[in-house]
């Protein structure tokens, strides 16, 4: 995936807002970048524009689609991504449906994608019945299960205790280890940044231009903890934070 020299001027009446400011970077195939930056700096915006959910004011996106039959990309948000009248299983199917997947093969992928998030017990339960963490995996299951050329994730676990975003993060990599989508992961995080990353991408306060782009040097399957006691770590959590201060 190419992002090419992409601004954002948002027009009201009163005002001209500039969210983005000629962002350019590359996602290579199997990827995980992510991005972190400050709040209100423009990342909802660029992965929108990624999406293609609103259009740039300058600049171009290209995905490029390896396979016709898939979507270009799906998204996981903070909140509400799941369709809160449909079952858990109906929620993780859906896309399927859309593809027109034989049913037979939807079966076995929603089984595959409730099982590796651990919610095969809950398939026929409704969101409303899930926690906040569970909600979420069904809203990780439900956009892997399509197999979309890139995934956008908008801060999927922020708004979840420290916890159950740690064990989200290591449920999120073990999948990705075996799908090897190619990702952007938007967050505010520095430690969530560098723990799921094969590179980060650093924005800086609004307009959002990329300050930094750095490669994560750290072998997979990841374990946090011995992910924080690394030297690579810890220079790269000072370098992301030192360019966020200044
Ligand atoms: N539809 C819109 N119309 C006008 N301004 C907008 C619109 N959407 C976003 N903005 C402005 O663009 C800037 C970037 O917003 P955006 O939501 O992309 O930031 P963000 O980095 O995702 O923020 P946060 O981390 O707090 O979620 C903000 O100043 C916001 O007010």
């Known amino acids: 995936m190419l992002v090419e020299k992409v601004t954002k001027i948002f027009y009201s009446r009163k ?3 500039a969210a983005l400011k000629d962002i ?22 660029l992965l929108r524009i990624i999406a293609g ?31 809160p009248w449909l079952t858990v299983y109906e929620n993780v199917e859906f896309g399927l449906k859309l593809r027109k997947l034989p049913k037979k093969l939807r079966q076995e992928k929603v089984e595959y994608y409730l099982k590796v998030t651990g919610l095969l017990d809950f398939a026929r339960s409704y969101p409303k019945e899930l926690s906040g963490g569970m909600k979420q995996r069904v809203a990780v299951a439900r956009a892997f299960a399509v197999e979309p050329e890139v995934l956008l994730l908008d801060e999927p676990f ?40 094969d590179k980060v991408l ?13 490669e994560v040097n750290l072998p997979r399957p990841r374990d946090l903890i011995a992910v924080r006691k690394s030297d690579e770590y810890k220079v790269l959590f000072e370098k992301i934070f030192t360019c966020l201060r200044s």
């Open 202 to 214: 650093v924005l800086s306060a609004r307009p959002g231009r990329v300050k930094a782009i750095l």
């Open 24 to 45: 350019g970077f590359t996602v290579l195939k199997n990827e995980f970048v992510t991005i972190v930056g400050p709040s209100g700096c423009g990342k909802t915006t």
């Open 53 to 83: 959910l609103i259009p740039p004011t300058r600049g171009e996106v290209k995905i490029i689609r390896e396979d016709p039959e898939k979507p270009l990309n799906a998204m996981v948000f903070q909140e509400q991504s799941v369709f």
């Open 15 to 17: 005002k001209e807002v």
């Open 158 to 197: 922020g708004a979840l205790d420290e916890q159950t975003r740690h064990v989200l993060q290591q449920e999120l990599l073990k999948i990705w280890d075996e799908k090897k989508i190619t990702s952007l992961f938007i967050t505010h995080s520095i430690d969530e940044a560098i723990f799921l990353g």
